[in-house]
Every structure is written in C-alpha cells, then in structure tokens.
C-alpha cells in the first residue's frame, strides 16, 4: 500500500523559513515524479514545486522560484521543501503527492499525479 506521510509544517513570520518533508513507502518511485501542492482556505489546489525521482529535474510555479527548494534522498524515499523568506500568501495546506509517468508539460497538473499525502498546515503571520 503506498503512503505519503508528510511533516514539518508550523506557524512561522513573515520572512522565517519551514523545511516540510514527505516520507513515501509502498513502491518504487524511481519513475515518478514527486510534486507539493498547497490548498488555501476558498481557493483551490495549486502546483507548488516538483522533482523528477530519475535525474532529479525541478520545477517550480514562477511565486516561489527564487524562496522555495524542492529536493529527494533517494537513500529514504524522502522528499523535502525548503521555503525560505515565507509570506503571508503562502499560507496553506501543503501536499506531497506521486506519480508515474508525468511527462513535463503535466508535471504542474493535479490530476496526474496518482498518490496524496494527508496534508500539513503551513501558516505565515506578517
């Protein structure tokens, strides 16, 4: 059974930073591509960032480029997002998601993406 456990998120500043982790068990992913997207209240979800678990290529929406790092450890099946200079706006549920075969011009889509984790709260004060 596949499960996208995630963790790390909290209640930070304005211009703190979160590392948020999601553990993935259950299958091999070195065919996937591994994404976050995040839910805000009344609004709908949104690709955040996504690494390809074979050669390790990253994307990002253009917000976060530049304060966001999306990374793997392949030794623990371990996907981890580095958000750094945090705003207000980037409050949200964050989830880890996964899946096979996602060819580039899909890798921001939601609906292509197979697995989901449960979610983990992000909040940014200003």
């Known amino acids: 059974q596949v499960q996208l456990v995630e963790r790390g998120g909290g209640t930070v500043q304005a211009g703190g930073s979160l590392r948020i982790t999601c553990a993935a068990s259950?299958?091999?992913?070195?065919?996937?591509?591994m994404g976050w997207f995040r839910q805000a209240p009344g609004k709908d979800r949104e690709f955040v960032a996504a690494?390809?678990?074979?050669?390790?290529?990253?994307h990002y929406r253009d917000s976060v480029k530049g304060r966001f790092t999306i990374s793997r450890d392949a030794t623990k099946n371990t996907v981890h997002l580095q958000m750094n200079n945090l705003k207000p706006e980037d409050t949200a549920v964050y989830y880890c998601?996964?899946?096979?075969?996602?060819?580039?011009?899909?890798?921001?889509?939601?609906?292509?993406?197979?697995?989901w984790g449960q979610g983990t709260q992000v909040t940014v004060s200003s």
């Open positions: 259950g299958r091999s992913f070195s065919n996937s591509a």
């Open positions: 690494i390809r678990w074979r050669g390790g290529s990253t």
């Open positions: 998601a996964a899946g096979s075969g996602i060819i580039l011009s899909s890798i921001a889509t939601s609906s292509q993406y197979e697995y």
